[in-house]
């Protein structure tokens, strides 16, 4: 496989894949794009602002139309808002790129969850009923994060690529 294919990383909030994300880019030596400077610089809010402001299903809009325009361009890293899979002409998008979902237990995304501003009505459990199917669907590679730590994903997407991993010094 190769690192001119676009990949995207793809998981609840509290999963890490901004983390994730960024340490795949700089492995691959591929651009990072990442929704919520996206949303910053396009709409003027956070994700949080953005749904109190306009409502969830804007702001699920916008968070899509941020894979879509990413996805149209040079290939790159892109972490995905989980609202994106939602989202059937994303899905279909997803097809051209490797798609990593970054997952926990739900009570380890709770429990991450409490420090962040993102999104202060987050439930982890009744996100996971509504978008598991879909990141199942679009998977390439499942990475258990409440095990794994940012590099070990990091180290599993170019295994799952055939690409060298970098040396643990």
Do not use: C
């Not at 995207?8 to 700089?26: D, E, F, Y």
């Not at 989980?82 to 051209?96: C, F, K, Y």
């Amino acid at each position: 496989m190769s690192k001119n294919k676009p990949v995207v990383v793809i998981g609840l909030m509290g999963s890490g894949k901004t983390t994730a994300g960024r340490l795949i880019g700089t492995a691959l030596e591929l651009p990072f794009s990442d929704s919520d400077p996206f949303l910053q610089a396009k709409y003027g809010g956070t994700a949080a602002q953005l749904a109190a402001r306009e409502g969830a299903d804007a702001l699920h809009r916008y968070e899509a139309e941020h894979v879509l325009q990413e996805l149209a361009g040079t290939p790159k890293v892109i972490a995905a808002a989980a609202s994106t899979v939602e989202d059937p002409r994303v899905r279909e998008a997803l097809r051209g790129a490797f798609v990593v979902w970054v997952d926990a237990p739900d009570a380890v995304l709770a429990e991450r969850m409490k420090s962040s501003d993102h999104r202060p009505d987050f439930g982890p459990a009744e996100m996971r009923a509504r978008r598991e199917p879909y990141f199942r669907e679009v998977a390439d590679l499942i990475a258990d994060v409440g095990e794994l730590r940012p590099d070990q994903v990091r180290d599993a997407v170019l295994r799952k690529m055939g690409l060298p991993v970098p040396d643990q010094a």
